[in-house]
């Protein structure tokens, strides 16, 4: 497990293994620890429920953003840009 820790708003699942995802639309993949793809799955979360016009969602998923850019700005860009 990362020692890489959540921010205390997240209210996801704090996984005990990372993985590699795909970005959806180019293809590209990019490996996570447990910690980032936590806050991945929370932010793509978020965004669904983003777009079906909950404005709480839309804060999570800045914040969520935000921590991407922070803490694994090349993942960032692979995968959420």
Known sequence: ????????????????EGDTVRNRFSGE????????LSMYDFVMGASIIAEMGLDTDIVNLR?????FRKHNPKAYMVLLD
């Open 29 to 36: 993949e990019y490996e996570l620890n447990n910690v980032e």
């Open 63 to 67: 914040k969520g953003l935000d921590w």
């Open 1 to 16: 497990m990362n020692k890489q820790k959540l921010p205390s708003w997240f209210k996801g699942e704090l996984y005990e």
